[in-house]
């Protein structure tokens, strides 16, 4: 049985991941939405990590990692074996920290999420965030993670809302255009 300060900070760290990650679903500029996924990554590697959810730190450890990478590719999309190393990684550590079929949650989720912040645009980084975190929902309630659980199932309605929500610019109309002059 954990004590009550373990308890406390486990949901700490979920609390600010809940609102750090929230808060970067509906930015529609690719840097600022990474900068806080990293900032929430690092908030559910410390909460995972108090719980001795393994498989779960991991994957968190290698998504921070993933972010600071993405990251950095603000304007165009990171080359394909940044992505195949993040994977490789990935595999081999859900192999190492293997704990059965519940080891796969995470693992699943985080490779489909890679590959949509890989990809790059913003709106289908939303949808890999609500498809990738699935998954995770899951594996936080069978890992007792109940605040982390609230963030991700509060992430994937956020990705979802951010993913559906049309685009401003593109529901502005289009200025006019002055018509040339004619000559007498």
Known sequence: MENIFTFILEQAFGICALVSTSISMQLKKKRSLMILQTTSEAFIVA?????????????????????????????????????????????????LS?????????????????????????????????VGNTPYILYTILTGNYVLCIMTVIE????????????KKAL???????SPKKSS
């Open 98 to 130: 293997w704990s059965g079929p519940l080891s796969l949650l995470p693992f699943v989720g985080s490779l489909f999420y890679a590959w949509s912040l890989w990809y790059g645009k913003v709106k289908w980084i939303c949808f890999g965030n609500a």
């Open 47 to 95: 909460q995972y990590f108090v719980k001795g959810a393994i498989t779960g730190s991991y994957m968190a450890i290698v998504s921070f990692i993933r972010d600071i990478i993405f990251t950095k590719y603000d304007k165009k999309r990171a080359p394909i074996w940044i992505l195949l190393a993040i994977y490789t990684v990935m595999t081999v550590l859900t192999i």
């Open 156 to 167: 994937v309605i956020s990705a979802w809302i951010g993913f559906f929500r049309p685009d």
């Open 172 to 178: 502005k109309s289009p200025k006019k255009v002055k």
